[in-house]
Each structure stands twice: as structure tokens, then as C-alpha cells.
């Protein structure tokens, strides 16, 4: 047992010495197992300087529409009857009419590639971006196709860690007070925060938008610099007896390990959620202060400040929960208030990073789980489409102003240069200096791969 005495010594520990003395105690342990390694998969490591330090994955939850933003399509097939698949359970053949594209595309910068109404701001960025206008993927339904684009594996037969996680458990920390891999936002599974059979230790640490970025980091008003300094001591004896009496329990490390991060999280995140020393110009260049864009401006305005300091992978989630705010089956315009909501924000991220000089070892990605069918759902909405859409790039050596791949002339398929979702994820391990082949781990004698299917890296796009 532990002697309640000597939990509560008598006088004040010294902030300084606390902090050097728990080193080896409840913040040693997540130093020891998260952030004092380079990363588990050595061999896993390119040769030579990876061109980005870190990624920023927008996820926009739902299925964004493809051929009504990035891959414009004539109307000349409008009121056309095509043959159509089923989305989800029902796989049955059915006929239904093509819709028309209600959208206007307009010619961006210097390479002259088209991007609808709805996405000016990101027009005015196209020439640092490439867009793959051809990828697909074999879901379609909402959960199986998140999944299969944060796994790479169809189907969940086990628990399979999330491309953060590999990334996180590949490469290790860049900055020990702070996590390796965060999300930001609402996912709309689960899964896009799992660390899976690689352990809970490698999971997303979930950040939230607003002025509290992270829950209950910031000590309760009122508490005494003497009271926290006890308090941290009793953790620390606790927190070693637990760990005796419970080390084998994985998820239970992990928790403990959770809190003993968010101890040294105190020490820099703080500074980092603090947007008061950002200039307003800044701030306006993400849209902060303007109603609908304030709340995606400032979780992008964030991933930058973690960018800064080395975060590795920081996943950002747009209108998660349910299907995602993006599935437009009722009718195809509720996309507009949507893309109001991040056009503004990721043009200026674009310009933010580039401006700062970030741009160039930062891969910016954005994507969705699925694109969305050509022909009608209720008369003005969409279909969920995994056999053709798009994801745009930039950043971390990426080459800017490209288009790789095409869907057919409607957009339902991807027909020219077609690229798995696993090709993305191939593409984003190379840009980070990770060999996807060799993204292995063996689990009670069996070996999981990263990467299963596909081409490998879309070279065509990158530097």
C-alpha cells in the first residue's frame, strides 16, 4: 500500500524540479514509449531528406461532388437514363436519369485548370495544386468506404490502424510535448482516430474547435501553484503503483499514457490554441470573423500553429457525424453553403503556409470517402459514387497546376490513369520519407500490411 504520508510531503516541490523528476515518472512513460524512439519501422525509412515534415488531411465528410467542383462535365447527357447500381445494401439494377450540373467552371491561374463557382478562393490556389481527378475505390457506403480510405482496407475483419497512426508509429515524434498524430473536428467514424493493432498509444489525439481547442487542459481557476504541485506528485505514485499492478492491460497504458501528454501539453499547447498574437490579416485570410467560414478558419488557422511545431499528421474532419453533412441525396445545392464554409479557409491555408515558407516540406491533401453519381437521387440529389472522384494535393513535393487522371464523360467512372485509395496513401508515406512495401506489423505470428492494392505512389503528381 501506499503510504498516504508520503504522497503529501511537507513544503512546496519546486515547478522546476517537479518537471526534471518527472521525467522518469508519469510523464517518463509516454516520453519512453511515444517520443523517445524514432519512429518502429526503420527499415521502412527513404533514403535521403523527406520532402514534408508533416500533412495536413482535410477530410470533407459525406462524399463531396466531383464533377459539381473540380472535374467539369457538358450537360449534353442531361435527362439521359443510365443504367445504375444500387447504393448500399441494394446492389439491384435500376434506371435513372441524368442530372444536369447547375455549376459554372472558370480557368485559374496560369495553368488554366477549371474549378466551379462554388470553389473560388481554392481557384485562385489551383496553380500549387494538383488535382487527380481519377480516383476510386470499392464502397459504396458511407461507413465501409471511410474505412477503406483511412485503412486502406475494405473490409474490418481486424481492427486496422488509421494512416495517422502507421505514420505516427513509423516515424515517432518531432516534438515531445505534443502529439504526433491529431485530429481535428468531428470524423464520421471511429475508425479515422484508431491506432488499431499497432496500440491505443498511436491513435488520434482529438482536438475540438472554439476557444478550448483541447479539453481540460488549462487548470481550473483558482487551484494554487502549491495545490497542482501535490496533486501532481499523489498522480505520480499512483500512477506507478498502476502501472505495476496493471502493465499488461494495453488500453489501460494508453490511457494513462493520454493523461501523462496532456501534463506536458500544458507546457506548450497553451501558446499554440492562443490566436491572440496572430496578426488580423492573417486571421482574415483564413476567414476568421466572418460567420460561416470562422469555425473552419480557425481549425485550419490551428493545424498551421501545429505545422510550426512539428506535429507529424494532423487530420482535420468536416461536417463529420452521421453520413456527413456532404452526402447530397436530397438535393445537390446543400453543397453550397458547405463550400462557402471551406473554400475561403483552404485557399488561405495555401497562401498562409507559402507565405511562411512552410508550403514546401507541408503536404496539404483533401479529399472525401466517395464522389457522388451523375444521375439523380430524389429528383435533385446525388448517389453515393465510389468508382470515379477527386483529391486535390499541395505542398511537400507536390507539383502544383497538374491534373492527373479523368473520369468519363459523365464522371461516374475513372477510366483514364485510375488510382485506389491505397495510391494516395502510398503517395502520402513517400512524401513523408516512409517505403509503403515495407509498412508491415506481425500480430500474434501474422503479418498486416499498410499497403495491399494498387500502383503505389501517384509519381506522376509529385517532384
Known amino acids: 500500500m501506499i503510504d498516504p504520508s508520503k504522497l503529501y510531503p511537507c513544503g512546496r ?35 535521403g531528406q523527406a520532402p514534408a515534415k508533416s500533412v495536413i488531411y482535410l477530410f470533407l465528410c459525406g462524399g463531396l461532388s466531383h464533377i459539381d467542383t473540380f472535374d467539369p462535365k457538358d450537360n449534353k447527357h442531361a435527362g439521359k437514363i443510365m443504367d445504375a447500381i444500387g447504393f448500399g445494401d441494394n446492389n439491384a439494377p435500376m434506371k435513372r436519369p441524368v442530372i444536369p450540373i447547375l455549376r459554372t467552371y472558370k480557368q485559374y491561374g496560369q495553368s488554366g485548370i477549371p474549378v466551379s463557382d462554388w470553389f473560388p478562393n481554392v481557384g485562385g490556389v489551383i496553380d500549387e495544386m494538383a488535382v487527380v481527378r481519377s480516383m476510386y475505390c470499392h464502397q459504396t457506403n458511407h461507413f465501409p468506404a471511410v474505412l477503406e480510405g483511412a485503412t486502406g482496407k475494405p473490409l474490418r475483419q481486424f481492427e486496422h490502424p488509421t494512416l495517422g497512426s502507421w505514420v505516427s508509429y513509423a516515424l515517432g515524434t518531432a516534438n515531445k510535448n505534443l502529439p504526433t498524430f491529431v485530429n481535428i473536428g468531428r470524423p464520421s467514424s471511429p475508425v479515422q482516430l484508431t491506432g488499431g493493432y499497432l496500440g491505443a498509444s498511436y491513435s488520434a489525439t482529438p482536438f475540438q474547435p472554439g476557444d478550448t481547442p483541447i479539453p481540460d487542459l488549462v487548470p481550473p481557476k483558482g487551484a494554487s501553484a502549491k495545490e497542482r504541485d501535490r496533486q501532481a506528485e499523489s498522480l505520480h505514485e499512483l500512477n506507478k503503483q498502476f502501472r505495476e499492478d496493471y502493465a499488461m492491460e494495453s488500453e489501460i497504458a494508453a490511457r494513462t499514457r493520454a493523461f501523462e501528454l496532456a501534463g506536458n501539453m500544458m507546457l506548450t499547447a497553451p501558446k499554440i490554441v492562443d490566436f491572440s498574437t496572430e496578426a488580423q490579416h492573417v486571421k482574415e485570410l483564413y476567414g476568421i470573423g466572418t460567420k460561416e467560414t470562422d469555425d473552419f478558419g480557425r481549425q485550419l488557422l490551428l493545424a498551421r500553429r501545429l505545422v510550426e511545431n512539428d506535429v507529424r499528421f494532423i487530420q482535420i474532419c468536416h461536417s463529420g457525424g452521421g453520413n456527413g453533412g456532404w452526402d447530397a441525396h436530397d438535393d ?81 467512372q475513372a477510366v483514364e490513369k485510375p488510382h485506389y485509395i491505397s495510391d494516395l496513401q502510398s503517395t502520402i508515406l513517400k512524401q513523408v520519407g516512409l517505403n509503403h512495401k515495407k509498412m508491415d506489423f506481425v500480430l500474434n505470428g501474422r503479418p498486416f500490411h499498410l499497403i495491399e492494392e494498387g500502383l503505389g505512389p501517384i509519381n506522376a503528381i509529385l517532384k
Open 13 to 47: 516541490i519546486a515547478r522546476r524540479r517537479f518537471l526534471v523528476r518527472s521525467a522518469g515518472g508519469f510523464l517518463g512513460s509516454a516520453l519512453g514509449s511515444l517520443w523517445a524512439n524514432a519512429g518502429q519501422l526503420p527499415d521502412a525509412r527513404l533514403p
Open 332 to 412: 445537390i445545392r446543400t453543397h453550397g453553403p458547405l463550400c462557402r464554409a471551406v473554400d475561403r479557409p483552404i485557399a488561405g491555408l495555401i497562401q498562409d503556409l507559402k507565405q511562411r515558407g512552410l508550403l514546401d516540406n507541408t503536404l496539404v491533401v483533401l479529399t472525401s470517402e466517395f464522389g457522388r453519381t451523375p444521375w439523380s437521387q430524389n429528383t435533385t440529389g446525388r448517389d453515393h459514387n465510389g468508382k470515379g472522384f477527386t483529391t486535390l494535393l499541395a505542398g511537400g513535393g507536390v507539383k502544383g497546376g497538374v491534373i492527373e487522371g479523368a473520369t468519363d464523360e459523365v464522371g461516374y
